[in-house]
């Protein structure tokens, strides 16, 4: 008989997570921390690429500056790790400069809505075909705990240690105001629901903006009496309301509520492709690919 | 074959830009810098190329580093306020060795300033605008040929080194018109891919000449590129001294070890000359008018035009001080470029600054009277 501890060493690392193909080996451990929600949503986001039929050796990952950030140098793929707020401005010159390009955001919630929240509402606005996905935990994670334009009103934080008295942010009712064509929000309890929205969001052929509402136990759970990712997740699914169950209900009823689903999936015409076919009408051809080669 | 044509410098450098193979601009509308946006908004779409008007100055550069990245020569263009916004992504720019072009038109400064009138008051921000040790190229016009020369020059010598590089122009040599003859054969540096396959290349090398090849997204290379410190696998490396000390010095040195190549100056009547002036930009017009009114009226006077601001034309600020006792530098702002030719001078000669700020150009009467109270 082989102890349990040797038959461990015969599960290969494809076993324990079938994603690790698409991971840089060599970049392994990553930072995160133990019970991060980051891990979650790299696997959901990997399955709905997969969902997806799409390959990840054909995307660029942009990412700005925060934990969330870090998640495109784990993956094998083109990769561009940008300064804090801007990845979106990055990936939309990525985007125009080869539309052949699938190009997908990794953000967090101040990355995205402070000091990156003008492109995040323009690129909405442009309807420019990129897929953001916001790693949502309601803080600030990578400089140790922060109060963030997402974190609930009462809730603690090294920098609101009276509880925050801030108004926070909507992200979906915010990017679609701005004109995103496809947005949907869940949480880190929610994997496989999530994986399908990522899929959906990167079969869109414009600005799609997924939210994940994610746990941080080392700084958010911590400061909020929920010390475990097990608690913060449990939170997560007691409450969540389905979109569909959300649309009868009162404002006052969805108080402190995590509204999920899909809220809007209503395509019209991609930014780049208004370019192409200004080139095309101007000079006849595509905008030119990998030009600097050869002009 | 040449062709000859009367236009703005603005538009003069926009026609550079396209003629040097730039085929994607992002940019916001700042004066006086306008008309080369709009100059591109109407010509990129016709030579398949892309014009995006970006929401502000932060995400023009940002776009033109992601263009960069996906394969095409890139530019924005700007004044001093926008320009200002713009030095964290040139920091980026930097170490991530994008190659691109911005061009700014200065204007009085400081914040807001004078809109339409002339200024040099970026000189040092050009120089040092973002935080951290880097060696930037900047390269200043003084006419509407120079301003169309010179962005094609840009360009070459961005690509050639994986630099950011910055054209400071200014208000008059950006709003004046100016006759300028276009050759027909133009010569631009193409961007040269890596030889190894993705199994073997290291995209951020420590090569001995400091630049490497360059490869794009889409390429099949899976790279990863990062504003923090990486080792020459491009992976964050930001506890390493060796890493850090390796990337940066490799940065700087492929600038300052090829600083032959890249400087340019031109200069007259210097080697019989009393007393020698300084200046770039537009107020190098001024010691030009200044030297030609001088010798006419038998005053020993010679003229330095700066075409390369950094890296600083040492060698040649060094030579021409050996002979004479004085060194006027014209300027346009309280003293900026005085304290380079300063350090350089040392004792050799003696260095004086004739500064003009509010949005005039310095008139030769003026310096020719600075002069007089020397000799």
Redesign the interface.
Known sequence: MMSEEKKQNFITDEEKNPYIKYF?R??LPTIFCSGCGIGITINSFLKGLESAEMNL??I?L?SGIGCSSRV??YL????????HG?A???????????P??NVVVFTGDGDASAIGG??LI?AARRNINLTIICINNNIYGMTGGQVSPTSPEGSLATTAPYGSIDTPFNLIKLVIAAGATFAGRWTTAHPLQLSKTIKNGLLNDGFSFIEVVSQCPTYYGRKNKLKTPSSMIKMFKENSINKRRADNMSEEELLGKIIVGEFVNNPRKEFSEK?EN??I???G??????????? | MTTELFIQGNEACAMGAIKAGCRFFGGYPITPSTEIAEYLSINLPKVSGSFVQMEDEISAIGSVIGASWAGIKSMTATSGPGFSLMQENIGFAMISETPLVIVDVQRGSPSTGQPTMVGQGDMMQARWGSHGDYEPIAISPSSVQEFFDFTLEGFNLAEKYRVPVIILADEIIGHMREKISLQDKIETFKRVMPKEGPETFLPFKNIENGTNPMLSFGDGYNIHVTGLTHNELGYPSTMSPEDHSNLVKRLVNKILKNRNDIVSCDFKYCDDADIILISYGASARSIMGTVKIGRNTGIKIGYFKMNTIWPFPEDEIAKISENVDDLIVVEMNLGQMVHEVERIVKDNAKVHLFSEIGGTLPKPEDILNKVRELL
Request: aromatic share 4%; charged share 25%; hydrophobic share 25%.
């Open positions: 840089r060599d970049r050796n054909n660029s942009v495109p140098g094998k793929c083109d990769s561009l790790h940008t300064t801007r979106i401005s990055f990936a939309t010159g990525l985007k125009v400069g080869n052949d390009l003008n492109h323009h370019i200004l080139s009408t101007e000079s051809k595509n905008t030119i690919r990998k030009s600097a080669y050869k002009i």
